[in-house]
T-cell receptor, first 112, second 115 residues
C-alpha cells in the first residue's frame, strides 16, 4: 500500500525566504504526482502536476521536482509571501489505479 | 460550469438520518472522485467514477455509504443512518482524461456534522 509522507508537518518563515517542502512515497510505480494548496475551510487548488517521466515542473515562484526512483518530490517556493500561507498537500497516483494517495500536508505560515 | 460545484456547503443532521451530498463536475470531465477529510486527518479516497460506472469503490467505509453518477455528469453521495464518526468534509474532484494527464480539480467540499 502506498504511503505518502510530508515533512515538515508545519513551517513558519519570515516573508521573503525561499523554502522547500518535502514529500516521500514508498512505492515508486507512480503515474504522476500532484501538489495542491488548501486554504482553511476551502477545497484543494492544484498547483503543479508532474508526470512520472518528468523531472520537474515550474509555475511562477513554484518549482516541483520528482525523483521517482528514490520516492521523493520537493516543492520549492521562492521569495515567500504572506499570501502563500496555507496547507500544501502532495498526492501520488499509482500506475495501477486512479485514486490519488495523499500525504497529511505541510502547514505553512509566512509572517510579514 | 467553470469549476467543480458541491452542495450543500454545510449540512447538520441528527444521528440516524440519511444525507445526500451532490457534486457537479467540470463540464466534459469524465472522471469523478469522492474523498473525505476528517479533522486532523489526511484525505481519504472513497470512490472513483469513469463515466457512470465506478471501477473503484474500495474506499467506501461501510455499506451505509453509496454513490451514483448519472448522465456522466452529476454525482450523489448518500450516507444512510449517519453516525457521529461520519462528520467530515466530503470533497469531490473531477478530471479530464483527454491527453490522460490525470490532473484533478476539487470542489469546495460539503461539511457534514452529525449530532
Amino acid at each position: 500500500k502506498q504511503e505518502v509522507t510530508q515533512i515538515p508537518a508545519a513551517l513558519s518563515v519570515p516573508e521573503g525566504e525561499n523554502l522547500v517542502l518535502n514529500c516521500s512515497f514508498t512505492d515508486s510505480a507512480i503515474y504522476n504526482l500532484q501538489w495542491f494548496r488548501q486554504d482553511p475551510g476551502k477545497g484543494l487548488t492544484s498547483l503543479l502536476l508532474i508526470q512520472s517521466s518528468q523531472r520537474e515542473q515550474t509555475s511562477g515562484r513554484l518549482n516541483a521536482s520528482l525523483d521517482k526512483s528514490s520516492g521523493r518530490s520537493t516543492l520549492y517556493i521562492a521569495a515567500s509571501q504572506p499570501g502563500d500561507s496555507a496547507t500544501y498537500l502532495c498526492a501520488v497516483r499509482q500506475d495501477s489505479g486512479y485514486a490519488l494517495n495523499f500525504g497529511k500536508g505541510t502547514s505553512l505560515l509566512v509572517t510579514p | 460550469g467553470a469549476g467543480v460545484s458541491q452542495s450543500p456547503s454545510n449540512k447538520v443532521t441528527e444521528k440516524g438520518k440519511d444525507v445526500e451530498l451532490r457534486c457537479d463536475p467540470i463540464s466534459g470531465h469524465t472522471a469523478l472522485y469522492w474523498y473525505r477529510q476528517s479533522l486532523g486527518q489526511g484525505l481519504e479516497f472513497l470512490i472513483y467514477f469513469q463515466g457512470n460506472s465506478a471501477p473503484d469503490k474500495s474506499g467506501l467505509p461501510s455499506d451505509r455509504f453509496s454513490a451514483e453518477r448519472t448522465g456522466g455528469s452529476v454525482s450523489t453521495l448518500t450516507i444512510q443512518r449517519t453516525q457521529q464518526e461520519d462528520s467530515a468534509v466530503y470533497l469531490c474532484a473531477s478530471s479530464s482524461q483527454t491527453g490522460n494527464t490525470g490532473e484533478l480539480f476539487f470542489g469546495e467540499g460539503s461539511r457534514l456534522t452529525v449530532l
